[in-house]
């Protein structure tokens, strides 16, 4: 074999190839996780990097800490209400853009826009928005009567307190989260809708299928694999995002309302100088995401199979 | 009896006027095979009476009813998609049910009329499988079942055959006529290969440019040609043209044979330059010249032809069709 034949080679190319994603995923994931992982087991804190073991001692304390069991809780409502709204919003969204209108492009490029904007620029731009004195919704509230006057659908007070009020605050950090979620959902189903013949709906037109019964017998069976990878990508992005939250309310309003995982697990290790129990919390998401990606896989291979 | 009536039917998309201003009537029972070259608008006169694309302008009247408001699914009618389009996800069972589902009919008889679908199309035993477990013939076959079950008023046929390779397309063919004839179900066919036109059709509509260029029975398209179009179109090879003083003079290379092999006393005696001789097996295809014009002969008589020679040929006067120069339309002599 001559030298320059020598990139031709799999043997050869394959491993080079290989190689810079290789030294990435060690650095900037594995080496980290290693050391969430061996910090948990012990006493380690900011101020004092003494290392000892003091086994699940710190997880025990998590566990039975209120404040943690709260942000598991909103982790998890975060999570399953985001992907519920982002896919059914996707799916409407890819259904308008699939098809040929006029100024499609504009509505494109709208839709994209929040996935090239920077996650913290946008939701700086909402917390402008959702602010408890200038916020621009409630003006609009305001001027059509629904809000500051003391027979007003909405409460005579003069603001909504977006972030301020315990339950508008989650709504407000989830529907920031769909905002931004909402172009990778729809991309993704585009493929997928543009995956299915055109003939087959066709035939169910035909066969005198109507539009939700097409929908629910042909395209959403069919679409199936794309939807679980959907979920599995919205699923990790947001069960380990702290930036809308933290952005929005730091977790607050008190006590703890917005609290997710990744925030207070950034609270307690990097905020707190607790770095054992911070790592401690940031385990909890390993086998959590590891059973959804199990799951969402295995369902999709059994659907692709069939 | 129509079954179908189309009454000056126009698709335009934007500037491409992919039907332009089409009259038809479709009998009862009756197995009308629209043949054309692609782009010729045929299956986009077929969408059209199925309801899958609204017509720019005209009538189309199915039963007696116009139906250009009226969605696909309440038309009575079936159709056949070149690719089958059938259901990736449901068992074959599903797939032929899947019409009567929709309709809402119950278990019971579900299961009957499937069962008697796929009887008549011999798929009784596929029933369980899904659909990457069958052959193209099996698919095609459970594409036409599914049509069937729900006895549509009118079959419509897109293409059906053109996805299966050569030897299962010669018994499909004649299987798809047989059981037609069975059950006597208005059909409309559409093709471009006018093998299964001629074979298939009790009448064929020859489309081109949007336009239908001649309607009758195969033989009429193929002996009385109204004009240049459908003459060259169809036929493998098509009508050898010669230009005489005012008119185009048109034979067919069956007729175009050596003047010693024809017993006819009223013949039309051409001097024929053989250029190259195709042997096909049971004929042979002799490409050459006339003047400097190319025709064609299909000789399947044993006669010695060397290429690079020249021959006496001659047409029997009664095999010769005339055409105007300019329109390129039948004249009668």
Same mark, same amino acid.
Not at chain 1, 63 to 81: H, Y
Not at chain 1, 97 to 126: D, S
Not at chain 2, 62 to 80: D, K, L, Q, S, Y
Not at chain 2, 159 to 186: C, M, W, Y
């Given at each position: 074999?001559?030298?320059?034949?020598?990139?031709?080679?799999?043997?050869?190319?394959?491993?080079?190839?290989?190689?810079?994603?290789?030294?990435?995923?060690?650095?900037?994931?594995?080496?980290?996780?290693?050391?969430?992982?061996?910090?948990?087991?012990?006493?380690?804190?900011?101020?004092?990097?003494?290392?000892?073991?003091?086994?699940?001692?710190?997880?025990?304390?998590?566990?039975?800490?209120?404040?943690?069991?709260?942000?598991?809780?909103?982790?998890?409502?975060?999570?399953?209400?985001?992907?519920?709204?982002?896919?059914?919003?996707?799916?409407?969204?890819?259904?308008?853009?699939?098809?040929?209108?006029?100024?499609?492009?504009?509505?494109?490029?709208?839709?994209?826009?929040?996935?090239?904007?920077?996650?913290?620029?946008?939701?700086?731009?909402?917390?402008?928005?959702?602010?408890?004195?200038?916020?621009?919704?409630?003006?609009?509230?305001?001027?059509?009567?629904?809000?500051?006057?003391?027979?007003?659908?909405?409460?005579?007070?003069?603001?909504?307190?977006?972030?301020?009020?315990?339950?508008?605050?989650?709504?407000?950090?989830?529907?920031?989260?769909?905002?931004?979620?909402?172009?990778?959902?729809?991309?993704?189903?585009?493929?997928?809708?543009?995956?299915?013949?055109?003939?087959?709906?066709?035939?169910?037109?035909?066969?005198?299928?109507?539009?939700?019964?097409?929908?629910?017998?042909?395209?959403?069976?069919?679409?199936?694999?794309?939807?679980?990878?959907?979920?599995?990508?919205?699923?990790?992005?947001?069960?380990?995002?702290?930036?809308?939250?933290?952005?929005?309310?730091?977790?607050?309003?008190?006590?703890?309302?917005?609290?997710?995982?990744?925030?207070?697990?950034?609270?307690?290790?990097?905020?707190?100088?607790?770095?054992?129990?911070?790592?401690?919390?940031?385990?909890?998401?390993?086998?959590?995401?590891?059973?959804?990606?199990?799951?969402?896989?295995?369902?999709?291979?059994?659907?692709?199979?069939? | 009896?129509?079954?179908?009536?189309?009454?000056?039917?126009?698709?335009?998309?934007?500037?491409?006027?992919?039907?332009?201003?089409?009259?038809?009537?479709?009998?009862?029972?009756?197995?009308?095979?629209?043949?054309?070259?692609?782009?010729?608008?045929?299956?986009?006169?077929?969408?059209?009476?199925?309801?899958?694309?609204?017509?720019?302008?005209?009538?189309?009247?199915?039963?007696?009813?116009?139906?250009?408001?009226?969605?696909?699914?309440?038309?009575?009618?079936?159709?056949?998609?070149?690719?089958?389009?059938?259901?990736?996800?449901?068992?074959?069972?599903?797939?032929?049910?899947?019409?009567?589902?929709?309709?809402?009919?119950?278990?019971?008889?579900?299961?009957?009329?499937?069962?008697?679908?796929?009887?008549?199309?011999?798929?009784?035993?596929?029933?369980?499988?899904?659909?990457?477990?069958?052959?193209?013939?099996?698919?095609?076959?459970?594409?036409?079942? @599914?049509?069937?079950?729900?006895? &549509?008023?009118? *079959?419509?046929? !897109?293409?059906? =055959?053109?996805? +299966?390779?050569?030897? $299962?397309?010669?018994?499909?063919?004649?299987?798809?006529?047989?059981?037609?004839?069975?059950?006597?179900?208005?059909?409309?066919?559409?093709?471009?290969?006018?093998?299964?036109?001629?074979?298939?059709?009790?009448?064929?509509?020859?489309?081109?440019?949007?336009?239908?260029?001649?309607?009758?029975?195969?033989?009429?398209?193929?002996?009385?040609?109204?004009?240049?179009?459908?003459?060259?179109?169809?036929?493998?090879?098509?009508?050898?043209?010669?230009?005489?003083?005012?008119?185009?003079?048109?034979? @067919?290379?069956?007729?175009?044979? &050596?003047?010693? *092999?024809?017993? !006819?006393?009223? =013949?039309?005696? +051409?001097?024929?330059? $053989?250029?190259?001789?195709?042997?096909?097996?049971?004929?042979?295809?002799?490409?050459?010249?006339?003047?400097?014009?190319?025709?064609?002969?299909?000789?399947?008589?044993?006669?010695?032809?060397?290429?690079?020679?020249?021959?006496?040929?001659?047409?029997?006067?009664?095999?010769?069709?005339?055409?105007?120069?300019?329109?390129?339309?039948?004249?009668?002599?």
């Amino acid at each position: 074999m001559k030298e320059r034949y020598l990139l031709e080679r799999e043997n050869i190319l394959a491993p080079l190839l290989l190689f810079p994603v290789v030294i990435y995923v060690i650095l900037l994931v594995g080496f980290p996780f290693v050391m969430a992982f061996v910090y948990s087991f012990s006493n380690v804190t900011v101020g004092n990097p003494d290392y000892k073991i003091v086994g699940i001692r710190n997880f025990i304390d998590i566990i039975g800490d209120k404040v943690f069991q709260k942000s598991l809780g909103n982790t998890f409502i975060f999570t399953f209400v985001s992907i519920s709204i982002v896919l059914i919003l996707s799916h409407i969204l890819a259904e308008v853009l699939i098809r040929e209108f006029r100024g499609k492009w504009l509505v494109r490029f709208l839709i994209l826009m929040p996935w090239t904007a920077p996650i913290a620029l946008g939701t700086i731009g909402y917390l402008w928005f959702l602010d408890s004195v200038f916020s621009p919704i409630d003006w609009i509230l305001r001027s059509f009567g629904l809000l500051g006057s003391p027979d007003a659908l909405l409460g005579p007070m003069s603001n909504m307190y977006w972030l301020g009020r315990p339950g508008l605050a989650m709504v407000s950090v989830i529907l920031v989260h769909v905002w931004r979620l909402l172009p990778l959902g729809t991309v993704i189903l585009i493929a997928g809708m543009n995956s299915i013949p055109r003939e087959i709906l066709e035939a169910a037109q035909v066969d005198g299928a109507g539009y939700f019964r097409r929908l629910f017998n042909i395209t959403l069976p069919l679409l199936f694999p794309v939807i679980g990878v959907t979920v599995l990508f919205a699923a990790l992005f947001t069960f380990t995002d702290m930036t809308v939250v933290w952005v929005l309310t730091m977790g607050g309003p008190p006590p703890h309302s917005t609290q997710v995982l990744a925030s207070l697990a950034f609270l307690k290790g990097i905020q707190g100088g607790d770095l054992a129990q911070g790592a401690a919390i940031s385990l909890f998401f390993f086998p959590v995401l590891a059973g959804v990606a199990a799951i969402v896989l295995g369902l999709v291979k059994k659907a692709v199979v069939t | 009896m129509a079954v179908v009536e189309l009454i000056g039917i126009k698709k335009y998309f934007g500037h491409v006027k992919a039907v332009d201003g089409i009259d038809l009537e479709i009998k009862d029972g009756e197995f009308l095979a629209l043949l054309g070259p692609s782009g010729s608008g045929k299956t986009t006169l077929m969408r059209l009476i199925a309801g899958l694309e609204s017509s720019t302008e005209g009538k189309i009247i199915i039963n007696g009813e116009i139906v250009n408001e009226v969605p696909p699914r309440a038309r009575g009618i079936a159709m056949v998609f070149q690719s089958y389009a059938l259901y990736p996800h449901k068992t074959i069972f599903k797939n032929i049910a899947f019409p009567l589902v929709v309709e809402g009919l119950n278990k019971e008889s579900i299961k009957k009329k499937v069962l008697w679908a796929a009887g008549l199309l011999g798929i009784g035993h596929l029933l369980g499988r899904m659909p990457s477990q069958v052959s193209g013939g099996e698919k095609q076959r459970v594409a036409i079942a @599914r049509a069937l079950v729900r006895r &549509p008023k009118v *079959l419509l046929m !897109d293409e059906p =055959l053109s996805n +299966l390779d050569a030897k $299962v397309r010669h018994t499909a063919r004649e299987e798809l006529k047989l059981f037609q004839r069975e059950i006597g179900v208005t059909t409309v066919y559409v093709t471009h290969d006018q093998a299964e036109a001629m074979g298939l059709g009790d009448r064929i509509a020859v489309m081109n440019e949007g336009i239908i260029r001649q309607i009758g029975t195969p033989e009429e398209i193929y002996h009385e040609p109204v004009n240049t179009f459908v003459a060259g179109f169809v036929g493998i090879p098509p009508m050898n043209f010669i230009e005489q003083d005012s008119v185009i003079i048109g034979f @067919r290379p069956e007729t175009f044979l &050596p003047t010693e *092999l024809i017993t !006819d006393k009223d =013949l039309m005696k +051409l001097r024929f330059r $053989v250029e190259r001789v195709e042997n096909l097996g049971s004929y042979r295809l002799i490409y050459g010249t006339i003047g400097d014009v190319k025709v064609i002969s299909n000789l399947s008589l044993p006669y010695p032809i060397k290429e690079r020679e020249e021959y006496d040929f001659s047409v029997r006067l009664q095999d010769i069709r005339y055409f105007d120069k300019e329109k390129g339309v039948s004249i009668k002599k």
